[in-house]
């Protein structure tokens, strides 16, 4: 009944605001005739009437509310009124959508590459009932670890597969593989994985050609060498052969039958696509110098189950729980806990702790910038509340409620913050997917392939969407408060700027554009920092020689080769490339200087038991001569101890530091497990070799003798023609092995892979910073202008009575510029605090550079100085008589 | 801050159902009953009235016609609905019950 009271209200409003007159007007009259019945005469009578009635206006606004339905009318009307009072102002209007376009649009672009990286579900049907399942091991028990702590054996996997109740299947597979060569007329490198059997079926994933696995494929060890090949490998390697089904493979010199092809578009279940599948019981075939099929204690494969209808994933975690501690009974000391969460690109708890740790810093950054535009745009829209103060006060005296009114102002940010949320969101759908195919293609060699796909969805909208509204509040509301909590008195006489009080508002003004300065030095020190380290990344001196070395890298176990095929191998492939021209010296090593690659092992000191963890390398003598690292006590390898594997290492100086402080590290000794002493024989400079930026980690070389032939790689010196020498190593491991693929480089590429992070986070936090400059910039000029303009009258007082030009000025920037350097100052300090987080690809360089922590607050400061001077020249160059008149 | 003759809370609902018991009256018409039932006593707020009036209306509790008033002007007469009786019905007895045992409470020693 009221309901449709309500609508007839709706559609009669004319009539019935008649109505509403009509019965006011006609109690006044009532009113009215009974005081002249009492004796009070004439105007009086009426004057009483009114006076008893109380506010008529509010009376009618109260009425009114209760006919009006849902308020949607006056929605309505604030919306009307909004759009036009923006209309009006389209100089206001425009860099207010700017700013507040630019500030959504970083943060959905932003938002939106993240959700592509982890958030977005599997792209399989039906993606929601997919979970993925990792471990976390506690207690000090022994577990190897293929890949990722987090990962299963192969007997696990076969536990939870058969003793679960809550998936209809679950998968495993090993994201974790090395390169896998594909034989034929060139050799190529890929990225494959090993699956269980039902892997495409829990997917759900159809093959365009052929079939996927079934059940037989995995019945034994080696039983069935089959292979399904990705759409891109189909493509590129075979020429998209109709016939390539049945066709056999070589896959690191093993033969595999191909049984499938599988849909366009299915690149596999992490963020680098993979370019075959074989199954997971042909894992030796695969790689034949690893077996981890049957190591049940060694964690390699990666799980994920389908959930069976209706099932939650508390039911999933309960029922997986208790498998997990019945495999725990096995292993006295371990408990596990399981992480089960739906699956995206990256659910894994390892994979998500580095996205997330990442993705906190940027979303923070970018939300500061979009608190840089919201601090501008309600400094703009305060200055509008004092430009429009007499409005406000009028419609307050007659009655107005203060909520209305705000109610309304609020809706007019609003307006802003969607025409603005609106622009960005636009601009940064339409150019993010091109921006990260940009970046992703410009990775540097060996970074590997990756594929995300951040092109907005359901999620990205809805978040742009909150953050816009949010955002309309953010700005809108302080200025929507402070407009309607007025003295009435003051404003309707018109505030032309009192000779001794502030303007009005200075105050929130002033802390508006503090925080603005604030937030924005913060941005630019961060990025200062950020600058210097790339600056640092290109020209620092890593302290050993990369000119004319050549790095000539391969995989030998995997394709085969054991001790006894190796050392042959190893010997002619020196000798042939030694006999290059220009080539005038060749030296072994087992990782290559910065080249990503890293060995690690555990050794004790005499007289300790615990074990300490050591990075190592394993080179032959001439090793440091080549690289121009010099030893600064005792000496290198002879040829003799590296020719019996002897037992003797050189360390570095800071290792030496550390475990030996104060000591001769020389003749010292430390052991491997009970077995080997091992004995220190000399001490070599310290240099960047294993991560750019650091020298500290304990770090030690063994000599590479025949024990080590199997997993060493070259370097080569040469003069000048590296193209030329290149391609005679090339040839010469050719001839030795066609089918083994050889990665020949220089060994200064290796810094592109140090440099290209850092030069993503510069040039990120550049653009950052560049973007709080200006938005900035233009808050402070537009506060400075403001003030300005409503203190011309005691600027031309001030004139008149006698004080010089340059009295003004100073008054004038004192009083800009004490918010500025308050807002510099937090923001310096807060920076200082959180630059630690910076650290890590700061490469060597300390978290408190001086360069950027004077330099940028110094061009802040100077930034900030010609914002505010540009308006108080103005206000100098007053003629008093206009300004006495101005209002 | 009260001023002699202030309704209480809540209060004003209820007075205004009383006063259309005996038939319809327009809003100046309840506002006059009010204050002259009580002695003189209670000043109902023009400012509360309309509105209530209005909400009660849309309650349904009243129904409201246009006449012509005893001088001959054109005034809103409002009436009591069914529902409306039955609600003063309700009020006044829970008033009743309240009234009672506040003034017990209060003519404790």
């Known amino acids: 009944m009221s309901y449709w009271m309500r609508v007839k209200a709706l559609c009669k409003r004319k009539q019935l605001d008649r109505d509403l007159e009509d019965e006011l007007a006609f109690h006044l009259a009532m009113r009215e005739e009974k005081n002249r019945e009492r004796g009070i005469g004439g105007e009086e009578a009426r004057y009483a009437a009114r006076r008893q009635f109380g506010n008529v206006t509010r009376i009618k606004e109260a009425s009114r509310e209760a006919w009006s339905f849902l308020s949607l009318e006056t929605t309505w009307r604030d919306l009307h009124y909004g759009a036009r009072a923006l209309a009006k102002n389209p100089g206001f209007t425009a860099v207010a959508v700017l700013a507040i376009a630019l500030g959504i649009g970083v943060n959905t672009g932003i938002f939106s590459v993240l959700n592509g990286v982890a958030l977005k579900l599997l792209p399989v049907p039906s993606a929601q009932q997919i979970v993925s399942v990792d471990q976390i091991i506690h207690g000090k028990v022994p577990r190897n670890v293929e890949g990722e702590a987090g990962l299963f054996s192969y007997a696990e996997y076969k536990n939870y597969e058969a003793n679960n109740h809550v998936f209809s299947d679950l998968l495993a597979y090993a994201p974790f593989l090395d390169p896998t060569t594909l034989g034929g007329e060139t050799p190529k ?157 990256m659910s894994r708890t390892d994979e998500r702790s580095d996205v997330f ?30 430009a429009r103060q007499k409005e406000i006060a009028i419609r307050l005296a007659i009655g107005g409620s203060r909520w209305r009114i705000v109610r309304q102002l609020l809706t007019e940010s609003l307006l802003i913050a969607f025409l603005g949320g609106t622009l960005g969101s636009l601009v940064a759908f339409w150019s993010i997917e091109g921006i990260a195919r940009y970046v992703l293609t410009h990775l540097p060699h060996g970074a590997g392939e990756l594929m995300w796909n951040v092109s907005p969805d359901l999620r990205v909208w809805g978040y742009s969407l909150a953050l816009t509204a949010f955002t309309g509040i953010v700005f809108g509301l ?27 508002g200075g105050k929130l003004r002033g802390t508006l554009v503090g925080v603005q300065v604030a937030v924005c030095m913060v941005l630019l020190i961060a990025a200062g920092l950020l600058m210097r380290g790339l600056y640092y990344a290109q020209t620092a001196d890593p302290g050993f020689e990369m000119k004319g070395i050549t790095q000539v890298r391969f995989d030998l176990p995997s394709q085969g080769y054991n001790l006894e095929k190796a050392r042959p191998f190893q010997r002619e492939l020196m000798a042939r490339v030694a006999a290059l021209p220009g080539v005038d010296d060749v030296e072994q090593a087992r990782v290559t200087p910065l080249g990503h690659q890293w060995e690690v ?71 491997n497990g009970e077995k080997t002493q091992f004995q220190v024989v000399g001490m070599v400079r310290d ?113 008149t009575l006698g004080a010089d030009g340059r009295e003004v000025m100073k008054l004038v920037l004192r009083q800009a510029l004490k918010p500025v350097v308050i807002g510099a100052l937090v923001g310096v300090i807060g920076c200082a605090a959180v630059s630690q987080v910076l650290s890590n690809v700061l490469y060597g360089m300390g978290s408190h550079d001086p360069i ?31 300004a006495l008149r101005y209002e | 801050m009260e001023k002699d003759g202030d309704l209480m809370p809540g209060t004003l609902d209820m007075l205004v159902l009383k006063a259309l018991a005996r038939g319809a ?54 009436s009591l609905t069914v529902v409306g009786r039955k609600k003063l019905a309700q009020e006044a007895e829970y008033w009743r019950r309240m009234s009672g045992a506040i003034a017990k409470v209060m003519q404790m020693a």
């Open chain 1, 189 to 345: 490198q890929l990225t494959g994985a090993e699956t269980s059997c039902n892997f495409f079926d829990v997917l759900a994933e159809r093959p365009a050609l052929g079939r996927t696995f079934v059940k037989e494929d995995c019945s034994a060890p080696g039983a069935s060498p089959v292979v399904v090949l990705s759409d891109d490998l189909w493509r590129t390697r075979f020429g998209a052969d109709p016939k390539i089904v049945g066709k056999n493979i070589s896959l690191n010199r093993a033969k595999f039958v191909v049984i499938g092809v599988t849909a366009a578009g299915f690149h596999g279940l992490d963020p680098w696509p993979s370019a075959f599948w074989v199954p997971v019981t042909m894992q030796k075939a695969l790689e034949p110098q690893r077996d981890v099929l049957g190591e049940d204690n060694t964690g390699w494969l990666a799980l994920l189950g389908r959930m069976r209808p209706g099932v939650s994933l508390e039911q999933v975690r309960a029922d997986l729980g208790v498998i997990a501690g019945r495999i725990d009974q096995q292993y006295p000391g371990r408990t596990t806990t399981l992480a089960i969460r739906r699956a995206t690109f």
């Open chain 1, 357 to 386: 740790g990442i993705g906190e810093i940027v979303l923070a950054a970018v939300g500061l910038v979009l608190l840089i535009a919201c601090a501008n745009v309600a400094n703009l829209l305060l200055a509008r509340a004092s």
């Open chain 1, 478 to 504: 302080a200025p929507a408060l402070h407009a309607t909590r007025q003295d009435l008195s003051t404003a309707e006489k018109g505030d032309g700027g009192g000779l001794t009080g502030k303007a009005r």
């Open chain 1, 601 to 671: 092992t555990g050794l004790t000191l005499v007289g300790e038991t615990q074990q300490r963890g050591f990075e190592f390398n394993v080179v032959t003598p001439g090793f440091f001569t080549m690289l121009g690292m010099p030893i600064v006590r005792g000496r290198t390898f002879t040829e003799a101890e590296a020719r019996s594997d002897a037992p003797v290492l050189v360390v570095t100086e800071s290792t030496a530091r550390r475990l030996w402080p104060g000591q001769d590290a020389i003749g010292k000794t430390l052991r």
């Open chain 1, 687 to 799: 240099s960047e070799t294993s991560h750019l930026g650091q020298t500290d980690g304990l770090f030690f070389y063994m000599p590479a003798g025949p024990a080590a032939q199997d997993r060493l790689q070259l370097l080569v010196h040469s003069r000048g023609g590296d193209a030329a020498t290149a391609n005679g190593i090339r040839e010469a491991a050719r001839a030795l092995d066609a089918d083994l693929v050889v990665d020949v480089t220089k060994l200064e590429d290796n810094l592109e892979g140090w440099r290209t992070p850092s030069r993503i986070v510069a040039a990120l936090s550049g653009v950052l910073g560049a973007l709080a400059l200006v938005l900035a910039s233009v808050g402070v000029h537009g506060v400075v202008s403001y003030g300005v303009s409503q203190r011309i009258r005691e600027i031309g007082i001030r004139m």
């Open chain 1, 852 to 882: 950027a922590f004077v330099g940028v607050p110094l061009f802040l400061l100077c930034i900030a100085f010609l914002a505010s001077y540009i308006p108080a020249r103005r206000a100098v160059r007053v003629d008093p008589v206009v």
């Open chain 2, 25 to 78: 009256k327009h809003g100046y018409g309840v506002a006059e009953w009010i204050h002259e039932s009580s002695n003189d006593v209670l000043q109902v707020e023009e400012g509360a009235l309309y509105p209530a009036l209005h909400r009660l209306e849309l309650k349904g509790w009243l129904a409201a016609e246009w006449g012509t008033s005893e001088n001959n002007r054109r005034a809103k007469y409002y």
